[in-house]
């Protein structure tokens, strides 16, 4: 109980002191506070005066720094801070300003570049609108010239009309008394219809007796050209009497030549090229082929034959199945001149004993890689199951008989007896039978059918040529249209 009673009195001063302590400490505190504070004041407002309670000293560095501790500023600090920042706002404030002298530069700008925009929209606006009225009166100028010309046409009908309903009393008559109407006499030769006068002023067109005229349209007349009309006295010299028709020997001239060994790359597979398999090392009816060769191509092949618009290529095709390509050999080819005239080598009616060129494709593999097309699996597989089926079904008839054999005399004989059942016997001859035939038509439709390699139209190729090709140009051979050279004319209607 003793040392409660202590701690308790210990306790008590404790807090007595701790009371006096800061009732001490507060007061000066205060003395100091409101010295600074006027010491603010002086240095902002001026010298202290006993009237205006500003004349407690300045405190100096030690004692502020004894009182409020290190960090605190001086006056002078504090003045120089305050400048410091009114020189900030200072410059704030005139970038401002330039910035605002700039935006109503640009609004100006602006609002001068929108005056002149609406200007310019006002004056294309009104240009429109004269354009639009002149489109309008020449518009109606044109729809009543339109009704004029249709109002003249209509009566000009109905004048026709009226000569129509006239008596042929009226019309005019020649000497004799004939209407020239139904004598269908031409005009120019002064028996014209008196309503048709012509001014000497006026220049009446009369077509020519040379003018091709289309019957479908006679308004539209081709006038002969010069050259169309020497061509008669040109054909009528080669049919003089003393003119012998030459030999063609004779009338071929030599146009141009293709070397032997000579590539036409950039040609073109028309056709499909279908290589059938040989059987035996040969191929039975072969299936052929066909190449094109523009003129483009031939002159980026070094070849110039500016007269000549393609060459067509013919051949056979033949199939590697080892390889899964297909190869050909060409032994025909037609050139084709711009005048329509054709040249084939060899001639026609005659067949080539060696091939004129072969193919490869563009990297020089003389065959062409394609898809294999065959029926050996679905062949093998009926005919194995069909032949095996039969077998069974011989079999199973064979197994009703009893074999026995004997040796004599006459040597060794043997003999078979039915012991089993006989309509099984007959049953299963009766199928193997019908299996085998079946068997044997599919062998001989499998004779006829072939295995092949399949490569589609339109795959680039290029030609090689083997043979010296010789292009001669016959003045008369075969064109693809004779009828391009002949001068239509007419003479219905005369001058």
């Known amino acids: 109980m003793g040392s409660n ?12 002191g701790l009371i006096t302590i800061v009732v001490v400490s507060k007061g000066p505190r205060k003395t100091t506070d409101s010295a600074t504070a ?17 004349d407690v000293g300045i405190m ?3 004692e502020i720094a004894a009182e409020y501790g290190v960090d605190v500023d001086s006056p002078v600090e504090t003045m120089r801070t305050l400048t410091n920042e009114t020189r900030a706002v200072r410059k704030e404030n005139e970038v401002i300003v330039d910035e605002n002298g700039k935006l109503k530069s640009e609004i100006e700008r602006l609002l001068r570049m929108e005056e002149s925009m609406k200007k310019r929209l006002d004056q294309k606006a009104g240009n429109l609108e004269v354009k639009q009225e002149e489109k309008t009166k020449q518009l109606e100028e044109s729809a009543k010239a339109t009704r004029n010309l249709i109002t003249q046409l209509q ?8 000569k129509d309903d006239e008596p042929a009393s009226n019309s005019q008559t020649t000497a004799g008394g004939f ?27 009369i077509n020519p007796v040379d003018a091709n005229v289309d019957p479908r349209d006679p308004s539209a007349i081709k006038l002969p050209k010069f050259s169309e009309v020497m061509s008669p006295v040109s054909d009528s ?31 073109v597979s028309m056709t499909a090229l279908l290589g059938r ?72 009616g005659t067949k080539a004993s060696e091939p004129l060129a072969w193919f490869s494709d563009t990297n020089g593999i003389p065959c062409i890689t394609g898809k294999r097309i065959t029926n050996a699996v679905s062949f093998l597989t009926g005919r194995i199951g069909l032949s095996a089926a039969s077998s069974y ?17 006459n040597g060794t004989t043997s003999s078979s007896t039915l012991t089993g059942d006989a309509s099984t016997v007959a049953k299963n001859v009766a199928i193997g039978d019908g299996l085998d035939e079946i068997t044997n038509w599919i062998d001989r439709r499998q004779a006829n059918s072939f295995d092949a390699i399949y490569v589609p139209p339109g795959t680039p190729l290029a030609v090689h040529i083997v043979e010296e090709l010789k292009i001669d140009y016959d003045p008369e051979g075969r064109k693809v249209n004779h009828y391009a050279d002949l001068n239509p004319r007419s003479a219905t209607h005369l001058d």
Do not use: H
């Open 5 to 16: 009673i202590l701690l308790k009195v210990v306790a008590v001063v404790v807090v007595f």
């Open 38 to 54: 006027g010491s603010l004041v002086a240095v902002e407002s001026g010298p202290a005066s006993q009237f205006n309670g500003l």
């Open 60 to 62: 100096g560095e030690k």
């Open 155 to 162: 009566e000009q009908l109905q004048g026709m009309s009226r």
């Open 179 to 205: 209407i020239i109407d139904d004598a269908g006499i031409p005009q120019g030769l002064g028996y014209d219809e008196a309503g048709n006068t012509v001014d000497y002023d006026q220049v009446v067109w």
């Open 237 to 267: 010299a080669k049919m003089l009497p003393g003119k012998k028709k030459q030999a063609k020997e004779e009338r071929l001239i030599k146009a141009y030549t293709i070397p032997s060994n000579a590539t036409l790359i950039g040609s």
């Open 277 to 348: 398999i040989p059987i035996d090392g040969k191929v039975s009816d072969p299936y052929p082929f066909k190449i094109i060769v523009g003129e483009e191509n031939l002159s980026s092949n070094g070849i110039k034959i500016p007269n000549v618009t393609g060459i067509k290529m013919t051949g056979i095709a033949k199939g590697d199945w080892t390889l899964s390509c297909t190869s050909g050999q060409i032994f025909s080819m037609t050139f084709t001149f711009q005048d329509g005239t054709i040249v084939t080598i060899p001639e026609p």
């Open 393 to 409: 079904a011989k079999a199973r008839a064979d197994a009703e008989f009893t074999r026995s054999s004997s040796t004599g005399v």
